[in-house]
C-alpha cells in the first residue's frame, strides 16, 4: 500500500483538532502547558542552533556561506514567495536540528523551529512564517517536539502558530490531495 507523505499526514492530524494538534495523537488536550516563560529572543534561539550545529565558531564570511548553503535541494523544503523553509543541518549537511525560514537581501535567518523552540524575528511577525515553520517540520519529522514532552508546552505564540499550521494543513490538503484511500494501489 502506497499512501502519500501529505494524505498520511491529513490522517493523522485531521481527526485531532487545533487543541489536539498541541499535545499530539493519543493525549489529552487538557494537558498542553501554555507558558510565557517559554518565549525566547531569535538570537538566543540561534546562538544555541550554532552551538549545537558547531557552526558558532566560524567566521562572518564561513556563516554566510553556510546560511547560503542552506539552500540546496537536500536542505531545501518550500519556497512560499520571499521566504525559503530549510532543514537546519549542520555544515557537511550530518545532523540537523529541527527547520529555519530564510529571508532578505543579504540573506538571513528570520525565523527557527529547533529543539522544541519556535520563534519568528520581531520584523517578520504576523506573516505566516511561524505557521509554515510548524508546517514544514510536521512534513519533515511526521511529528511535533510537544508531542514527546510531557506535559506538552507551548510559549503563548508557539500555541497560536500550532493552532495557525493545523488549519493551513488541514484546508491545504483538502484543497490540494485526493480523499484519504488506505485501499491497495494498483
Known sequence: MTIDRHSAIRHLISPLGEEGFLV???????SVRIDPSLDRPLRHV???LAVA??????????RR?????????????????HVAFVRALAPGGDACAGVLALAGHPLGIVGAYTGAT??????????GIGRRLVAE???AEGGLPAWSEDPPSHSPGSAAAHRSAWRFLV????????????SPQG
Open 171 to 182: 484546508a491545504r490538503n483538502d484543497h490540494e490531495l485526493p480523499p484519504f484511500d488506505p
Open 46 to 48: 540561534l546562538h544555541d
Open 118 to 127: 519556535l520563534v519568528v524575528a520581531e520584523d517578520w511577525q504576523r506573516q
Open 24 to 30: 499530539g495523537p493519543g493525549r489529552d488536550p487538557a
Open 65 to 81: 556561506a553556510w546560511i547560503e548553503g542552506l539552500m540546496s535541494e537536500e536542505a531545501l523544503l518550500d519556497c512560499d514567495g
Open 53 to 62: 550545529l558547531d557552526v558558532g565558531a566560524m567566521t562572518a564570511e564561513k
Open 137 to 139: 517540520r510536521l512534513l
